[in-house]
T-cell receptor
């Protein structure tokens, strides 16, 4: 079945620096790749997503890039702020239409 | 965006008792809902797929007799943790997919923090 590998598991950056989180998927048929932000004890919130027909998508300080050939996609956060501190999950849908998550990355932005 | 509401947000129960968690889609109909479990500092692990009007399908390793799922209407799915034990203590969260702006986005309930004592 579909498998999603996410790295790193933890990431600490200084405020204002950039943060990059990478995910690799196994099913070449996957065509939709969301990224979620989860604060402690709360529900995951979609922050950006990308479809397989584009290579990059940007929304203000957040961008996602997709390399279909290599089967990996990355989340880029620029000008990080303390409020960006959270756990980030990548995801993709398997052939059964089920959303599968990566292992998560705990991002800490130090002021 | 679409709203998924989950209740209760927190519950403490004694070992051996059962706990029911409700998941509602408030402004759309969801023929399919998904139940996840999340242990501290871990990812969300899919437990089962809840199908309106038919049996739920469970992921490998999830006991269907322990985690009873009922999807009796297009807006409500329930998860019952039967004969709960301390190792069932976890964060349970449901989701439903809803078409949004040309794609199908997954919306999540608030989650339920279950503590079994």
């Amino acid at each position: 079945g579909e498998n999603v590998e996410q790295h790193p598991s933890t990431l600490s950056v200084q405020e204002g620096d950039s943060a990059v989180i990478k995910c690799t998927y196994s099913d070449s048929a996957s065509n939709y790749f969301p990224w979620y932000k989860q604060e402690l004890g709360k529900r995951p919130q979609l922050i950006i997503d990308i479809r397989s027909n584009v290579g990059e998508k940007k929304d203000q300080r957040i961008a996602v890039t997709l390399n279909k050939t290599a089967k990996h996609f990355s989340l880029h956060i620029t000008e990080t702020q303390p409020e960006d501190s959270a756990v980030y999950f990548c995801g993709t849908y398997n052939q059964g239409g089920k959303l599968i998550f990566g292992q998560g990355t705990e991002l800490s932005v130090k002021p | 965006g679409a709203v998924v509401s989950q209740h209760p947000s927190r519950v403490i129960c004694k070992s051996g008792t059962s706990v029911k968690i409700e998941c509602r889609s408030l402004d759309f109909q969801a023929t399919t809902m998904f139940w996840y479990r999340q242990f501290p500092k871990q990812s969300l692990m899919l437990m089962a797929t809840s199908n309106e009007g038919s049996k739920a399908t469970y992921e490998q390793g999830v006991e269907k007799d322990k985690f009873l799922i009922n999807h009796a209407s297009l807006t409500l799915s329930t998860l019952t943790v039967t004969s709960a034990h301390p190792e069932d203590s976890s964060f349970y969260i449901c989701s439903a997919r809803h078409p949004t702006g040309g794609t199908t986005e997954a919306f999540f309930g608030q989650g339920t923090r279950l503590t079994v004592v």
